[in-house]
């Protein structure tokens, strides 16, 4: 499951059922992931060997039944690489990887064997101990080796002589992450400013004074940016070192910063002189108003993220438009599942939106469509952060019947026209915050699909405007993918308001619509409740963009204007 869930129930075990592993009573063989290479080191306790798997190799051949808990998917794997890359006379253990190097601790004298991964295995060198009894091995962030010893209860630290020059990276600061892989499964962890500028912490590890450490970085394998830091950096002492600032684009992005020479001489200790982390650029703010549509194929949309951590069902563009008025929208698939996918957890991120200029009126609105899957309780969560991603609220929360827009199906729903539902999330807690991020959130019940269109974050205003002449209108919905119904009001028993004339200009003035209509009607003289004279109007043509309809009287020239949103 996804680094952070321990919810077991939506997790997923891919089973390798052919690569037995023999065991030693009281004596565990452990494992570790080359997560670059993907290679799974592991110890055959019972054949006292060294082993490898390929975890990219194999295949499933089925699900299997989970023993004790309940999970998402338990399946069975056969035919991966396995290669067997050394036998001991005496019983190995633990077991580490470390930047191309294996790390094996033997609990029958103690000894730590060092082994190179590439070109080829081969053992480089071995320590005496003279403890028996050594377990788990571990090479910290220090670049020491760590030890367990069962027998006499010791945590070790295997120290050798200090080297003349060794300076290593202690710690990446800035951008903060956790996630060491470019695709991580995270909502935090972004940079918001359109560029990063690395701070880390150096550390003088050898007996010789440091006074210059060539240094550089390099984000997805680009062209490194250098930076030579000057300076006093005594024995065991430890400095911050801020680096050169360089353009990212919007994504999630794998940095990499490396100690190049110390002293303008290469380094003694190479093990420590690299770190590498992930990190989400996000781009610059956009301004309200602030749409989408999903029209392009292209998914996520441009500037959005997705998040996921799952290896199956997931968000698409789909094309089926809000209302069927477009050709595009958001699915979750929560339905065609080979696995019970109940737990799983998607993200849909938007771009930053500046709400400096947000008022009272400003909402979220977005078109939804589900259908429920018997009793299923697929959900839709809305959750807005003003940090970069750092903490986020939850103002919208539906699930089940209160998220369904249309009849329970046993069958994948694809919403018609009329399936359809338009939710609106009032924004006036985040007036005023330069970075608002809104996330759609979907957590699966593995039921039925959802949908989501039209989303659109800015002036919501949908009151009628000051009547003149005693009349005034309606515009639904606002914004609109192309299609808006005009309701003329009619009001305090006046039965005639004559020829009306409507017509929508663009931003520039320009005249795009016009129309002239008669909205006479036939009240009796006691009938005093609001007469209404509707219109519909296909703008499906026109860019998306801010428009100005107005209705003008003609027969006393009275005009009331107000402001269209095309999607």
Same mark, same amino acid.
């Not at 997705?306 to 968000?315: D, F, L, R």
């Not at 209302?323 to 698939?333: E, I, T, V, Y």
């Not at 860019?543 to 107005?550: E, I, M, N, Q, T």
């Given at each position: 499951?996804?680094?952070?869930?321990?919810?077991?129930?939506?997790?997923?075990?891919?089973?390798?059922?052919?690569?037995?592993? $023999?065991?030693?009573?009281?004596?565990?063989?452990?494992?570790?992931?080359?997560?670059?290479?993907?290679? +799974?080191?592991?110890?055959?306790?019972?054949?006292?060997?060294?082993?490898?798997?390929?975890?990219?190799? =194999?295949?499933?051949?089925?699900?299997?039944?989970?023993?004790?808990?309940?999970?998402?998917?338990?399946?069975?794997?056969?035919?991966?690489?396995?290669?067997?890359?050394?036998?001991? $006379?005496?019983?190995?253990?633990?077991?580490?990887?470390?930047?191309?190097?294996?790390?094996?601790?033997?609990?029958?004298?103690?000894?730590?064997? +060092?082994?190179?991964?590439?070109?080829?295995?081969?053992?480089?060198?071995?320590?005496?101990?003279?403890?028996?009894?050594?377990?788990? &091995?571990?090479?910290?962030?220090?670049?020491?080796?760590?030890?367990?010893?069962?027998?006499?209860?010791?945590?070790?630290?295997?120290?050798?002589? +200090?080297?003349? $020059?060794?300076?290593?990276?202690?710690?990446?600061?800035?951008?903060?992450?956790?996630?060491?892989?470019?695709?991580?499964?995270?909502?935090?962890?972004?940079?918001? #400013?359109?560029?990063?500028?690395?701070?880390?912490?150096?550390?003088?590890?050898?007996?010789?004074?440091?006074?210059?450490?060539?240094?550089?970085? *390099?984000?997805?394998?680009?062209?490194?940016?250098?930076?030579?830091?000057?300076?006093?950096?005594?024995?065991?002492? *430890?400095? #911050?070192?801020?680096?050169?600032?360089?353009?990212?684009?919007?994504?999630?992005?794998?940095?990499?910063?490396?100690? &190049?020479?110390?002293?303008?001489?290469?380094?003694?200790?190479?093990?420590?002189?690299?770190?590498?982390?992930?990190?989400?650029?996000?781009?610059?703010?956009?301004?309200?108003?602030?749409?989408?549509?999903?029209?392009?194929?292209?998914f996520p949309p441009?500037?959005?993220?997705?998040?996921?951590?799952?290896?199956? @069902?997931?968000?698409?563009?789909?094309a089926v438009g809000?209302?069927?008025?477009?050709? =595009?929208?958001?699915?979750?698939? @929560?339905?065609?599942?080979?696995?019970?996918?109940?737990?799983?957890?998607?993200?849909?991120?938007?771009p930053i939106i500046?709400?400096?200029?947000? $008022?009272?009126?400003?909402?979220?609105?977005?078109?939804?469509?589900?259908?429920?899957?018997?009793?299923?309780?697929?959900?839709?969560?809305?959750?807005?952060?003003?940090?970069? =991603?750092?903490?986020?609220?939850?103002?919208?929360?539906?699930?089940?019947?209160?998220?369904?827009?249309?009849?329970?199906?046993?069958?994948?729903?694809?919403?018609?026209?009329?399936?359809?539902?338009?939710?609106?999330?009032?924004?006036?807690?985040?007036?005023?915050?330069?970075?608002?991020?809104?996330?759609?959130?979907?957590? #699966?019940? @593995?039921?039925?699909?959802?949908?989501?269109?039209?989303?659109?974050?800015?002036?919501?205003?949908?009151?009628?405007?000051?009547?003149?002449?005693?009349?005034?209108?309606?515009?639904?919905?606002?914004?609109?993918?192309?299609?808006?119904?005009?309701?003329?009001?009619?009001?305090?028993?006046?039965?005639?308001?004559?020829?009306?004339?409507?017509?929508?200009?663009?931003?520039?003035?320009?005249? &795009?619509?016009?129309?002239?209509?008669?909205?006479?009607?036939?009240?009796?003289?006691?009938?005093?409740?609001?007469?209404?004279?509707?219109?519909?109007?296909?703008?499906?043509?026109?860019?998306?963009?801010?428009?100005?309809?107005?209705?003008?009287? +003609?027969?006393?020239?009275?005009?009331?204007?107000?402001?269209?949103?095309?999607?």
């Open positions: 499951h996804g680094p952070g869930y321990d919810n077991h129930s939506a997790g997923k075990i891919w089973r390798y059922t052919d690569v037995p592993v $023999t065991r030693v009573a009281g004596v565990p063989s452990h494992l570790v992931l080359d997560k670059v290479n993907h290679w +799974l080191y592991f110890i055959d306790g019972g054949s006292k060997t060294i082993k490898r798997m390929n975890t990219l190799s =194999g295949n499933n051949v089925g699900n299997l039944s989970s023993p004790n808990e309940s999970l998402s998917g338990y399946y069975n794997m056969t035919g991966a690489t396995v290669e067997l890359l050394a036998t001991l $006379t005496t019983q190995p253990c633990g077991i580490d990887y470390y930047n191309g190097r294996l790390i094996v601790s033997d609990y029958t004298n103690g000894n730590i064997y +060092l082994y190179s991964t590439t070109p080829s295995f081969a053992l480089l060198a071995t320590i005496v101990t003279a403890h028996p009894g050594m377990m788990g &091995v571990k090479v910290g962030p220090d670049g020491h080796i760590w030890c367990v010893n069962k027998t006499e209860s010791i945590v070790y630290r295997l120290d050798v002589a +200090l080297p003349a $020059t060794d300076v290593s990276i202690r710690s990446i600061n800035s951008p903060a992450f956790e996630n060491y892989m470019a695709n991580f499964y995270s909502t935090a962890f972004d940079v918001c #400013s359109g560029s990063i500028a690395p701070t880390v912490t150096i550390a003088n590890n050898g007996t010789n004074t440091v006074s210059s450490v060539d240094m550089q970085y *390099t984000v997805d394998g680009s062209a490194p940016v250098a930076y030579t830091w000057n300076g006093t950096l005594a024995p065991a002492g *430890t400095v #911050s070192v801020a680096l050169p600032s360089s353009a990212t684009t919007g994504g999630s992005h794998l940095l990499s910063v490396s100690i &190049v020479t110390v002293n303008g001489s290469a380094d003694d200790v190479d093990l420590n002189n690299t770190m590498t982390g992930s990190f989400r650029s996000i781009n610059p703010p956009s301004a309200l108003p602030f749409s989408e549509g999903f029209a392009a194929v292209t441009a500037n959005w993220q997705y998040v996921n951590y799952n290896k199956n @069902n997931k968000m698409t563009r789909n809000g209302f069927g008025l477009s050709a =595009g929208s958001m699915k979750m698939d @929560n339905f065609s599942n080979t696995e019970n996918i109940t737990g799983q957890i998607d993200y849909l991120m938007s500046d709400f400096t200029g947000a $008022t009272a009126n400003t909402w979220l609105k977005f078109s939804v469509a589900h259908a429920r899957n018997g009793t299923s309780n697929d959900a839709l969560q809305v959750r807005v952060s003003v940090n970069c =991603g750092m903490t986020w609220t939850t103002p919208y929360n539906k699930s089940g019947a209160t998220l369904s827009t249309a009849t329970a199906t046993a069958s994948a729903f694809t919403p018609t026209a009329a399936q359809w539902r338009t939710d609106s999330v009032s924004m006036t807690a985040y007036i005023g915050q330069p970075e608002v991020m809104v996330v759609f959130t979907t957590v #699966s019940n @593995n039921g039925n699909n959802v949908y989501v269109d039209d989303i659109f974050v800015g002036d919501f205003t949908t009151g009628i405007s000051e009547t003149a002449a005693g009349s005034s209108f309606t515009v639904y919905p606002n914004p609109t993918s192309g299609i808006i119904n005009l309701v003329l009001h009619v009001r305090d028993g006046i039965k005639d308001l004559g020829l009306s004339e409507i017509s929508i200009c663009n931003v520039l003035g320009e005249k &795009v619509y016009s129309s002239v209509v008669s909205s006479h009607v036939s009240v009796a003289p006691h009938q005093l409740s609001t007469i209404n004279y509707q219109l519909t109007i296909d703008l499906s043509e026109l860019k998306p963009g801010v428009y100005f309809l107005s209705v003008r009287q +003609l027969t006393d020239q009275s005009v009331t204007t107000r402001k269209v949103v095309i999607q």
